[in-house]
């Protein structure tokens, strides 16, 4: 997870790339607090990119990065 994650996955939805780093609780909290909305597609609009989420692994244990504060920020920046 972390820095590497959210350049790999940049100008596109990272929300599958979130998930499958398994956050704790606490980053789900802070995501909340930093969210300031949600993107809403409307016909016409252009395909999400896919592809990138094949490059991520989880650290050990499978929970991703323990230091998820700077991720988080960055991923609520993303939306």
Do not use: C, N, W
């Not at 997870?1 to 790999?8: A, H, K, N, P």
């Not at 940049?10 to 607090?33: C, Y």
């Not at 597609?41 to 929970?63: M, Q, W």
């Not at 990065?65 to 991923?75: L, N, P, R």
């Amino acid at each position: 997870g972390g820095e590497e994650v959210l350049l790999d996955v940049g100008g596109q939805d990272a929300t599958e790339a979130f998930e499958d780093v398994g956050h704790s609780d606490e980053a789900r909290e802070i995501l909340e607090g930093l969210k300031v909305g949600s993107l809403k597609r409307v016909p016409g609009d252009p395909a999400p990119k896919v592809g990138a989420t094949d490059k991520i692994s989880a650290g050990p244990g499978g929970k991703g990065d323990a230091g998820t504060g700077m991720g988080v920020a960055m991923y609520a920046v993303l939306l």
